[in-house]
């Protein structure tokens, strides 16, 4: 039985509160924004909300937050490749689904210059009519897809990282003939180092599971695969000029790594797509002089970079900046290979200059340019962290 369509109504006050503040600090629209996720949507219904038992107010912070990340690694290859949304003549979002990256692109470019395609024939009919975007229909086999256009990016999130080999290697020459003179192709793969703990490589370079979030697609073209950068060098050596190519760890999604390959006439020089900074409130405990002390966690992923300033705030006012207090390797587990090795940080806040139900964040502020931000209310216990695919209640209070 299909879910019901979840409109942003359905969400508490609390985190509807959490969620504005988030889309604020990226100047979007809230109401286009949320329209109400449409209950065939299997990337949330089937994968983010049991991942979070069900709980709709986290899961539909986690698809907020996780779509705004989604958007900072767009961003960046916007920026530093074309300079700026104003340069670009049209996008291409394969694999898109019911359009959780169409909700942030058609606030940044005309709906007629936005190309999304999926396999699903229902999501494509939906974006036509929620966004007014263009839509193609895919298929099961690559060269079944007509469509004859060509874009300056062509951006694929999470389809590679469910294909077996050889439909790897046709799929990427497919999609490599959709990009324009110019353009890039950017997606997404887990890599060998995400592979389940206890299974052993495939020595092809790709390993692949017949298993998937998927209730309908045939594991044949859409299962779980992990790949080493050897095994996508060589897909992308047999592209037409043999391009080049930049590898990005961990810079799609929570655990993915990006790859973006450089169209005819395009130089990648210089590009850098960082990761957002991670991170979630753990604890909040009532102290005997009546302040609250807060404590969590926080995690940058880019290799090179590192949270600058963990900097809180309560009902938007700069409460000052907290120092990192630990490492702490007990959260890599849900970040394998990670870069960098997570922090933890502590801080208090007086009862007395603490509203009740004052809105408590903390700005992730990397030396990347990125910013990660954490959300919790005052007093606790509402506040929400992470804890690789599922969710950590917060400890601790007595409040
Ligand atoms: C994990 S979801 C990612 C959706 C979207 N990119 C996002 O990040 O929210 C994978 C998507 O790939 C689509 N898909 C699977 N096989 C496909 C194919 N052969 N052609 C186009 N899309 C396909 C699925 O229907 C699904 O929407």
Request: avoid cysteine.
């Amino acid at each position: 039985m299909a879910d019901e369509d979840l409109p942003f109504d359905a969400v508490s006050p609390t985190y509807r509160r959490f969620i504005l503040d988030n889309l604020s600090h990226y100047g979007i629209d809230p109401e286009r924004f949320w329209r109400p996720l449409p209950g065939a949507d299997e990337m949330f219904f089937k994968a983010l909300l049991p991942n979070y038992e069900r709980d709709v107010d986290i899961a539909a912070f986690k698809f907020t937050e996780s779509t705004l990340r989604f958007f900072d690694t767009y961003r960046q290859i916007v920026d530093q490749v074309f300079g700026g949304f104003s340069n670009l003549s049209s996008v291409m979002d394969f694999a898109s689904g019911y359009g959780r990256l169409t909700r942030l692109l058609e606030q940044r470019l005309r709906p007629e210059q936005i190309w999304v395609s999926d396999i699903y024939a229902d999501a494509m009919a939906w974006q036509a009519n929620a966004f007014g975007v263009n839509t193609v229909v895919s298929a099961p086999d690559p060269d079944a897809v007509t469509h004859a256009g060509t874009h300056d990016i062509v951006f694929v999130g999470s389809l590679f990282s469910h294909l077996p080999s050889g439909l790897f290697e046709r799929w990427l020459q497919r999609l490599y003939a959709m990009v324009a003179p110019g353009g890039v192709l950017a997606f997404s793969v887990h890599d060998v180092g995400f592979l389940p703990a206890g299974e052993t490589p495939d020595p092809s370079g790709l390993s692949f599971y017949r298993t998937s979030e998927s209730g309908s697609l045939d594991y044949d073209i859409y299962g779980m695969s992990y790949v080493t950068e050897a095994y996508v060098a060589a897909a992308v050596a047999g592209l037409p000029g043999a391009p080049t190519y930049r590898r990005f760890g961990k810079g799609a999604y929570e655990n993915q790594d990006l790859y973006v390959v450089a169209g005819p006439g395009r130089s990648l020089d210089g590009l850098r797509v960082a990761s957002t900074p991670m991170g979630g409130f753990e604890t909040a405990t009532a102290l005997t002089n009546g302040d609250v002390e807060f404590a969590g966690w926080a995690h940058e992923r880019t290799a090179g970079a590192r949270i600058e300033r963990l900097r809180v705030w309560v009902d938007g006012v700069d409460r000052g900046v907290v120092e990192p207090s630990s490492e702490r390797p007990d959260v890599l587990r849900h970040f394998p290979d990670a870069a960098n090795t997570p922090v933890g940080w502590v801080f208090r806040l007086a009862r007395e200059r603490t509203p009740a139900g004052a809105l408590v964040r903390v700005d992730l502020e990397s030396g990347s340019g990125l910013t990660g931000r954490l959300y919790a209310e005052f007093p606790p216990p509402t506040a929400i962290t992470y804890s690789g695919w599922s969710r950590r209640p917060l400890k601790g209070g007595g409040l």
